[in-house]
């Protein structure tokens, strides 16, 4: 199974990410849900921050491919390369955590490179009755 | 459809609580913000709740830590009420949030800062 949505970069373009996300998640456990759309959520704003250099004229691409085993998610932006952080900002640091859930919430993260950008793959393995047929 | 979150500031027994609904983004971080700095400059307790929103992001997260940071200085905690499992507590979980806020489940426990201390 196959899903696609393409966005325009705007902040509102997250909620919709989200939605599309949620659509594609079914049959995840509720906390496997939430974290998915926790890292997600957590990609799109950083394609819409850092990853869109022209603003709102850029575009973001979510594509959700599921197998029997793994749905994957990519989020495509037009940025520049970027190295993700390694470790985690001092305590007093307010910022910068959004990689980091990342990490915590799926099973896989990439982060890599396609013609237009960056792509940020991320990964969460399927349990029992949440297979794409 | 966009879902738009809902903020306002209501004092209730020697609080000062923002109560938000929704689900706090990117989109709403600049009210946020200007809800958190009127909060944080007030003298009653602030109290920040958030067991109505269904989204939590990084950036919601960086407007609290820059909140609580602003109250060091006056030795006053920055509460945030959550319900228990919810996305809004697993964030401040990974992010280590512990920390910088005081996390609780009601405004009874609030009101008990070593109880809500290791919620």
């Not at chain 1, 456990?29 to 990853?51: F, I, K, P």
């Not at chain 1, 190295?83 to 955590?97: A, I, K, N, Q, V």
Request: charge should be negative.
């Amino acid at each position: 199974m196959l899903r696609v949505v393409d966005l325009r970069a705007t902040p509102a373009a997250i909620a919709e990410a989200r939605a599309f996300v949620r659509e594609a998640s079914w049959g995840l456990s509720d906390q496997d849900r939430m974290d998915l759309l926790l890292a997600a959520g957590e990609a799109t704003t950083n394609a819409v921050r850092h990853g869109s250099p022209r603003g709102e004229r850029c575009r973001i691409l979510l594509i959700c491919r599921r197998t029997e085993e793994w749905l994957t998610l990519t989020i495509h932006d037009s940025g520049v390369p970027f190295e993700p952080p390694t470790s985690l900002p001092s305590p007093d640091e307010p910022g910068g955590r959004g990689v980091h859930v990342m990490r915590c919430c799926v099973d896989e993260v990439a982060f890599g490179r396609w013609e237009m950008g960056n792509v940020v793959t991320l990964r969460k393995r399927l349990g029992d009755g949440a297979t794409g047929k | 459809m966009i879902y738009v979150a809902d903020i306002r500031l209501i004092p209730e027994d020697g609080w000062l609580l923002l109560v938000a609904r929704g689900e706090l983004d990117l989109l709403n971080a600049p009210a946020l913000q200007e809800a958190l700095s009127i909060l944080t400059s007030d003298a009653r307790n602030p109290l920040v709740d958030l067991r109505d929103v269904a989204y939590l992001d990084s950036e919601a997260l960086r407007q609290l830590g820059r909140a609580a940071a602003s109250l060091r200085p006056t030795d006053r905690d920055l509460v945030v009420m959550v319900r228990p499992n919810s996305l809004p507590e697993r964030v401040l979980h990974l992010c280590g949030w512990k920390r910088l806020v005081r996390i609780c489940h009601s405004l009874d426990e609030a009101a008990r800062p070593e109880e809500s201390r290791n919620a």
